[in-house]
T-cell receptor, first 113, second 114 residues
């Protein structure tokens, strides 16, 4: 069964550095999402992306965050200048053209030192 | 506004007991979807079920069953004859048809004791 893949599984970065989290959605999917889960807390929506633009973003998704689909297969989340509070698990998800369920990747655990 | 409430923060039961995880949701939409996800200690989100708001039939899948009641805005999840491998955090979630972001509850941590 096709799946969403995320790399790396764990990223350690110094505070203030830029980080890019990568996702390869399922190949025929058109809608893409990022979610965040701070350790021990609930999963929170960050942003949705369709037709090469942001459809919706949450209050968490401030100017430090950006998303991109650079080459038709990858979907990336960039954090420009990381803060300690950006430490979390980041999940990518995608869904197909019809109203089907979102498929989640296994997540990238981001640790900011 | 959308909201999902899982009042049970943590539950412990002895193996083979049945356990029900509660979920109450709020939405203004008439068309919406409800979900349950399992998050084992390894951290990934495992999709368990999605129901749409027009389908109130209860569902059973092996030892898992779900009870959807629109009258009480609840979507409860029961594990029958629990096993140690069921130990995980379980999230109930909601998305509205008009903007399909998923709103998660805070989760219930389930401990199945041998």
């Amino acid at each position: 069964e096709p799946e969403v893949t995320q790399t790396p599984s764990h990223q350690v970065t110094q505070m203030g550095q830029e980080v890019i989290l990568r996702c390869v959605p399922i190949s025929n999917h058109l809608y893409f999402y990022w979610y965040r889960q701070i350790l021990g807390q609930k999963v929170e929506f960050l942003v949705s992306f369709y037709n090469n633009e942001i459809s919706e973003k949450s209050e968490i998704f401030d100017d430090q965050f950006s998303v991109e689909r650079p080459d038709g297969s990858n979907f990336t989340l960039k954090i420009r200048s990381t803060k300690l509070e950006d430490s979390a698990m980041y999940f990518c998800a995608s869904r197909g053209p019809t109203i089907g369920p979102q498929h989640f990747g296994d997540g990238t655990r981001l640790s900011i030192l | 506004a959308q909201k999902v409430t899982q009042a049970q923060t943590e539950i412990s039961v002895v193996e083979k007991e049945d356990v029900t995880l509660d979920c109450v949701y709020e939405t203004r939409d008439t068309t919406y979807y409800l979900f349950w996800y399992k998050q084992p200690p390894s951290g990934e989100l495992v999709f368990l079920i999605r129901r749409n708001s027009f389908d109130e039939q209860n569902e059973i899948s092996g030892r898992y069953s779900w009870n959807f009641q629109k009258s009480t805005s609840s979507f409860n999840f029961t594990i029958t004859a629990s096993q140690v491998v069921d130990s995980a955090v379980y999230f109930c979630a909601l998305s509205e048809a008009r903007d399909d972001k998923i709103i998660f509850g805070k989760g219930t941590r389930l401990h199945i004791l041998p």
